[in-house]
């Protein structure tokens, strides 16, 4: 099938990507590709088609759409972090651009739209083990705006036969995920690590994560291309839940440079406990397992060292 991939050059989305590749799809990256280079698909460059555009031009979109079976929508413009105290970002830069998004998809023939929602935030404050039957009930803006998001995608459903599928992810993790933004503590703690700085870990042993590696995640999102009519929900998780003092240990133990740690109070914005039930979306992917969050973080950090290697000798040429 051709699949229009949006923000297809950031962190899941590019895993995504190369999955759809591999598995023999025509992909098309939107992106905004500063300086006409891929951030983190050069390696497909000339396999697959990059679309420079953004998001909320009109224009952009509809020229992206032409001649696609399936969209998948990665595109984010904030994090929990830094749509708690401007929640008007959320409307204007995410919810408003979605809803063009689906309105312009569907009057394309667009036959699905798959949408990377958050499992950390729309169900809000729930403990114990969370399945998709559960009531969501966010508290900050950034997971009011993901429901709402996926609300809006039923409407389209029901009001233009658009199908649809959402993929609620736990905390995603791993290679090329962005260590400057304030999302991904795993990725923001390396960062901290290779420029020395001391890392702040905010909560203790009641503050739980499902992490979940992104080459997992991508994997499992391939589910809505062998069933394009049905809609449906579905978490994307480990299934385990890890507190921020365990992922600190694992940490210590894997991460071969020695690093400062202060441990500060938990944030209003961050939700205590993510444990999501995988089995929904496992149930089709049949001997299926999760790479173990060791090994994970092992990887994460091999790529992040070799990633700064070669910007140090690109420097020093």
């Known amino acids: 099938m051709n699949i229009l991939v949006l923000g297809g050059d950031g962190f899941i989305g590019s895993h995504f990507a190369d999955q759809a590749y ?156 962005s260590m400057k933004t304030p999302q991904g503590v795993i990725a923001v703690w390396m960062g901290n690590i290779l420029r020395d700085d001391e890392i702040f870990v905010y909560g203790d042993n009641d503050a739980l994560r499902d992490y979940v590696y992104v080459k997992d995640v991508a994997l499992l999102m391939t589910h809505s291309l062998n069933d394009i009519s049905g809609s449906d929900v579905y978490n994307i998780s480990s299934g385990h839940g890890v507190s921020i003092l365990q992922l600190l240990d694992i940490f210590k133990s894997v991460i071969d440079k020695p690093f400062k740690h202060t441990i500060q109070p938990a944030r209003k914005f961050d939700n205590p406990s993510v444990i999501l039930d995988h089995s929904k979306i496992t149930s089709h992917f049949p001997g299926f397992k999760y790479q173990e969050l060791e090994a994970g973080i092992m990887n994460t950090w091999l790529f992040v060292k070799n990633s700064q290697n070669k910007k140090l000798c690109h420097v020093s040429v």
Do not use: M
Not at 49 to 73: M, S, T, W
Not at 78 to 96: K, Q
């Open 22 to 177: 591999s598995d023999g799809h025509g992909v098309t990256i939107f992106d905004r590709f500063q300086y006409d280079r891929s951030n983190n698909l050069e390696h497909l460059r000339g396999k697959v088609h990059f679309f420079p555009g953004e998001f909320g031009n009109r224009e952009n979109l509809q020229n992206a759409l032409k001649n696609q079976d399936i969209v998948y929508h990665f595109i984010s413009a904030t994090t929990p972090a830094t749509s708690w105290n401007d929640p008007y970002i959320e409307i204007d830069e995410n919810l408003r651009h979605s809803v063009l998004l689906f309105e312009l998809a569907a009057e394309q023939g667009i036959k699905k739209i798959v949408y990377c929602s958050s499992g950390g935030t729309v169900y809000g404050r729930k403990r114990g083990l969370i399945n998709e039957e559960s009531l969501p009930n966010p508290f900050s803006p950034y997971g009011i705006c993901k429901l709402a998001t996926e609300y809006f995608l039923n409407y389209f459903h029901q009001r233009n036969n658009i199908a649809f599928d959402i993929y609620r992810i736990g905390n995603a993790y791993g290679p090329r995920q």
